[in-house]
């Protein structure tokens, strides 16, 4: 029998989400069942033959610029969070966990094909790990993690978000890559650029969307991702991260009530006062988007507000929709410190970037 992940669509969907306590998610006691993340010969096996697909067999690069080991560790680092929250996944899906509840003529299907993404996943891990290891540079640790989320639209609705985020940060990599000479690693990210594609039109067309939503999709950079997965899915703490040189900016959240819709608007958002409760001078900051691979939109800073009991501040800023050249697909929204006049790529924002990064997701 096969159902296809796409026709098991919302119907299925038992409950709705109650509160519970979220445990964080951690590989310690082997939820995948195969060792992971630190397989032996006979699990890698086992894995592949789960994915459909193996590791790739021939040569890795014996030596890299120091910038392509901290794009590799950035790789590792994104995969494990990715398989963890597969594997949390498969777990609510399987025990029928309020929110992830399925009939079994869905629930089989959806366990099957979520089972053959974690461990395509996996391989992905264990493949930028072992490119380290052989390189003698620092592996990746797995840490503990969290989702905030708690029903299965919402899950598969963040895995688009994410998703969209290494969509947009694979191909500046492969720029870095070219530029430190190690362009013998571009394929096989590209390889894996075109494979989480295919996740997310599955995952759009599973939430009935059009499987591809844009034309060019939205350039990121190592920094926004990092610290989008530090921010959103790392428990503090419970890993090593320093060994990962990139900035982990201060957060900025969308306070306006989500979906954002369509249109042009005003949102609305939030980032955190110093930690000794000083008020920043925000006349020299301003709001700037990164929409698809368009020049980046910077916005002022409207009605800066400080809220002292809560140490936060909150200000607005116009959202210019109009979904064509800007607004459709994933947006980055980034406050930066510094002249914007002359910002032409993601990276150029990246480099003023205090807090962020801010993800707007429009159908
Ligand atoms: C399983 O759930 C779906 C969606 O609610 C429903 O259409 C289908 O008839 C159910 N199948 C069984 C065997 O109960
Ligand atoms: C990477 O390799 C190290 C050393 O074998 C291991 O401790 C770690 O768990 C691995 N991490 C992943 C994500 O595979
Ligand atoms: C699994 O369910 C728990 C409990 O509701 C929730 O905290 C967690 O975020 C869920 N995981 C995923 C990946 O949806
Ligand atoms: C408070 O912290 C901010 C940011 O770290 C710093 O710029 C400022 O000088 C500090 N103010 C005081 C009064 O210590
Ligand atoms: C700023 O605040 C004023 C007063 O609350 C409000 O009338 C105005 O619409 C706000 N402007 C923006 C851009 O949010
Ligand atoms: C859409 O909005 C962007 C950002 O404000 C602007 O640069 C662009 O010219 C607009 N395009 C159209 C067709 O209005
Ligand atoms: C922006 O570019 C113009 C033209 O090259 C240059 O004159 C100006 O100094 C630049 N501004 C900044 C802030 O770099």
Not at 29 to 53: F, K, L, M, R
Not at 203 to 220: D, E, K
Not at 316 to 327: E, L, Q, S, V
Not at 340 to 350: I, R
């Amino acid at each position: 029998m096969h159902v296809s992940f796409a026709s098991a669509s919302l119907i299925g969907l038992s409950c709705l989400s109650t509160l519970t306590s979220a445990v964080p998610f951690s590989f310690a006691n082997d939820p995948t069942g195969e060792g992971y993340p630190t397989p032996n010969a006979q699990q890698v096996v086992q894995i592949e033959t789960q994915a459909h697909g193996s590791l790739p067999n021939g040569p890795s690069p014996s030596s890299v610029s120091s910038d392509t080991v901290t794009s590799l560790q950035l790789i590792a680092f994104n995969e494990i969070f990715e398989t963890a929250f597969f594997s949390s996944l498969i777990q609510n899906v399987t025990n029928n966990v309020p929110g992830y509840g399925f009939n079994a003529t869905y629930q089989d299907p959806i366990v099957e094909t979520l089972t053959v993404i974690r461990a395509q996943e996996e391989l992905h891990t264990l493949f930028a790990n072992a490119s380290l290891i052989a390189l003698g540079a620092t592996p990746v640790q797995t840490c503990a993690f969290m989702f905030p989320v708690t029903t299965f639209p919402d899950a598969i609705a963040l895995a688009i978000k994410f998703t969209d985020v290494v969509l947009g940060t694979l191909p500046a990599i492969q720029q870095l890559l070219a530029v430190s000479g190690d362009a013998a690693l571009i394929p096989g990210i590209g390889s894996v650029i075109g494979q989480e594609g295919e996740q997310v039109g599955g995952y759009r067309t599973f939430l009935q969307m059009v499987p591809s939503a844009l034309p060019f999709l939205t350039a990121g950079t190592r920094e926004f991702a990092f610290s989008a997965l530090n921010q959103n899915f790392i428990v503090p703490g419970s890993c090593a991260i320093d060994y990962i040189n990139l900035p982990v900016f201060e957060p900025l959240a969308i306070t306006s009530m989500a979906p954002i819709a369509a249109q042009a608007q005003t949102l609305s958002f939030e980032f955190p006062m110093a930690a000794n409760g000083s008020t920043p001078e925000t006349s020299s900051y301003s709001l700037v988007y990164v929409n698809q691979q368009n020049l980046p939109v910077v916005e002022p800073l409207q009605n800066v507000t400080a809220s002292p009991a809560t140490n936060m501040m909150q200000f607005t800023a116009a959202f210019p929709y109009n979904g064509t050249t800007f607004g459709n697909g994933l947006t980055y929204a980034l406050v930066v410190c510094g002249p914007t006049e002359n910002l032409t790529s993601a990276a150029d924002v990246a480099a003023i970037t205090i807090y962020g990064p801010g993800l707007i997701e429009i159908n």
